[in-house]
């Protein structure tokens, strides 16, 4: 069955270091999205992403926040300059429609130091 | 702003049982509302779904129940197993504005015990 594969499974950085998280999207769905998960809290919505373009963000999404398709397969999150609060998991989803179900990967750890 | 409220935490119940995992929400335009299922190391996994238009929807041992008028939602397991054990997300959409991006809660973690 496909999947959405997300790399690396966890990161470490230190507090003002940019990070890229990758993931791939399952090859046929055209909407992409990132949501995170702060332990014991709810799983946020970060940014949903469809035909090469933002289509929605949150209020966490700022400017320290950037999303990229670089090559039709890849679809990253990068934050610019990391803060102790971004700490989470970060998940990738990826749906065929505005209103199917999303398909998410594993996630991606973030500890910021 | 918790739109989407999952008040219990935690929930333990007995294989064969049933468990009922409950999910309150606050805006009224959301018209879809979806359970997910996450299970350690994994990325949550749709389970079930229902539309505004119905209250209740079924799916094998799966079975959620939607009241619109008291803005409340339950998920039903009938017979629970232990591999049922994870964590449930509720999640809705079709907000304000037409967003149909999913909001989701804090989610329950059920363990149901052999």
């Known amino acids: 069955e496909p999947e959405v594969t997300q790399t690396p499974s966890h990161q470490v950085t230190q507090m003002g270091q940019e990070v890229i998280l990758r993931c791939v999207p399952i090859s046929n769905h055209l909407y992409f999205y990132w949501y995170r998960q702060i332990l014991g809290q709810k799983v946020e919505f970060l940014v949903s992403f469809y035909n090469n373009e933002i289509s929605e963000k949150s209020e966490i999404f700022d400017d320290q926040f950037s999303v990229e398709r670089p090559d039709g397969s890849n679809f990253t999150l990068k934050i610019r300059s990391t803060k102790l609060e971004d700490s989470a998991m970060y998940f990738c989803a990826s749906s065929t429609g505005q209103v199917e179900k999303l398909f998410f990967g594993s996630g991606t750890q973030l500890s910021v130091l | 702003d918790q739109q989407v409220k999952q008040n219990s935490p935690s929930l333990s119940v007995q294989e064969g049982r049933i468990s009922i995992l409950n999910c309150d929400y606050t805006?009224?335009?959301?018209?879809?509302f979806l359970w997910y299922k996450k299970y350690p190391a994994e990325g949550p996994t749709f389970l079930i779904s229902?539309?505004?238009?119905?209250d209740k929807n079924e799916d094998g041992r799966f079975t959620v129940f939607l009241n619109k008028s008291a803005k409340h939602l339950s998920l039903h397991i009938v017979p629970s197993q232990p591999g049922d054990s994870a964590v449930y997300f509720c999640?809705?959409?079709?907000?304000?504005?037409?967003?149909?991006?999913?909001?989701f809660g804090r989610g329950t973690s059920l363990i149901v015990h052999p």
């Open positions: 229902i539309s505004s238009i119905k």
């Open positions: 999640a809705a959409s079709g907000g304000s504005g037409g967003s149909y991006i999913p909001t």
């Open positions: 805006n009224s335009m959301f018209d879809y």
